[in-house]
């Protein structure tokens, strides 16, 4: 049974964990290491697999729900490794004690999961990333060896093998703590400490994760996936990208030259496009445009990474130009963003994200944003973004003067 993910809005408001553990005495050590494995291998991990559904959804509700115990819903956000970019699409397996501290072996259970137990499930993040775990608070292990712990495992669709987060524990557990000053805490995925707190009759726990964190061998290519663009504070360069569509449509014109005291927004795509989020982020621009009036002045640069002739290109805009009906942005071409022909390369964009934003005013780049899927929270971080930064009374009279 699946729990409606509106329940997620009661974490909203709670801190975000902040602590680790790794896999507990008594069962197979998740630290043997191989080091041809992302996150160094893991023994027994392959019990994740066991019984796998072949379609999953963002929330799941495990047997321990319906079971004696607390009631526990833990929900959050899965991050890219920059700690900002939503992760759709991971999964995220799960396996934990009962409220005596066993792991239950309920009849049916298959024997190549006896180690988990009963009280296991699967999630898939949504295109938000989020996730939701309807659950049983666990216990520690009779012996008392260990704090209370839920086993987590990630599975990225784009890298081969799966690999463990620390365990998900409890602030207050005093075992927490204790086994806390025999060995420090590794942070993967980052904080693993729970902060539950009481909502109707179940606790609520909000725990983000952060892909790669900490995460040995994990691939440099990903790493690199979550860098695009200059940094806040550096001065937009000089670039002469061909103007497919808008006010200078049909020349190579310098955005950051003819509009530089303006504020501006750089909309940059490379080669994976969805190009339906594109017409939605070029509909929210232009109405952002026509709001603003010409104190915002907004650029869509594209590039195929040269997998496409500037001739196709330009058409390509051109249709997109006349079917969103745009009158203020500019649809503009550059072959790749390495292009040293017109200094995009100085831009530094990554043509493997999704996309990037690149904010300025005054030519200062004053914030900056990647892999950002149109919708409403996307279109409110620009538009407050732009608020907050807008030009002064004085520099809005110096350009009506122009």
């Not at 990225?156 to 927490?176: Q, S």
């Not at 955005?255 to 530089?260: A, V």
Request: glycine content about 8%; charged content about 25%; aromatic content about 12%.
């Amino acid at each position: 049974m699946k729990k409606s993910m509106k329940l997620i809005l009661l974490a909203i408001g709670i801190q975000i964990a902040s602590g680790c553990f790794g896999q507990q005495k008594g069962e197979k050590s998740l630290d043997s290491r191989a080091s041809t494995k992302v996150g160094g291998g893991c023994d027994g991990c392959e019990e994740m697999y066991y019984g796998m559904p072949e379609e999953m959804t963002a929330a799941d509700t495990s047997l321990g729900w319906y079971d004696k115990g607390q009631k526990l819903l833990v929900t959050g956000t899965v991050f890219k490794l920059d700690g900002r970019t939503p992760a759709p699409g991971v999964i995220l397996y799960y396996y934990q004690t009962d409220e005596t501290g066993y792991y239950p072996k309920k009849e049916g259970l298959d024997k190549r999961v006896k180690n988990h137990g009963s009280i296991r499930g699967w999630i898939k993040t949504d295109e938000q990333g989020r996730y939701a775990i309807y659950t049983i608070r666990p216990a520690p292990y009779p012996d008392r060896s260990s704090p209370a712990h839920i086993h987590v495992l990630i599975k990225e669709p784009n890298i081969e093998n799966e690999y463990f987060i620390d365990d998900f524990v409890f602030d207050d557990d005093p075992l927490v703590f204790a086994q806390k000053k025999k060995r420090p805490f590794e942070n993967r995925g980052g904080s693993g400490i729970l902060r539950p707190l009481l909502a109707s009759d179940f606790q609520v726990a909000e725990h983000n994760i952060i892909l790669g964190l900490n995460i040995p061998d994990y691939p440099k290519y990903l790493k690199a996936e979550t860098e695009s663009g200059l940094p806040v504070g550096e001065t937009s360069p000089s670039f002469m990208p061909y103007h497919a569509w808008g006010p200078d449509k049909g020349t190579k014109t310098c955005p950051i030259c003819k509009y530089g005291r303006y504020h501006g927004i750089i909309y940059f795509v490379g080669k994976h496009t969805d190009w339906e989020d594109i017409k939605n982020w070029l509909g929210f621009l232009e109405m952002q445009s026509i709001i603003r009036n010409q104190y915002l002045k907004a650029f869509f640069v594209y590039s195929s990474e040269k997998e496409k002739n500037p001739s196709e290109a330009k058409m390509e805009l051109e249709k997109l130009g006349r079917e969103l009906d745009i009158k203020n942005i500019a649809l503009t071409f550059v072959p790749s963003f390495s292009d040293t022909t017109s200094e995009v390369n100085l831009y530094r964009i990554n043509p493997h994200v999704e996309n990037t934003f690149i904010i300025y005013r005054h030519r200062d780049i004053i914030e900056k944003f990647i892999d950002l899927t149109a919708g409403g929270d996307s279109f409110e971080l620009i538009s407050l973004t732009l608020d907050r930064t807008q030009s002064s009374y004085f520099d809005l009279k110096e350009s009506w003067q122009d």
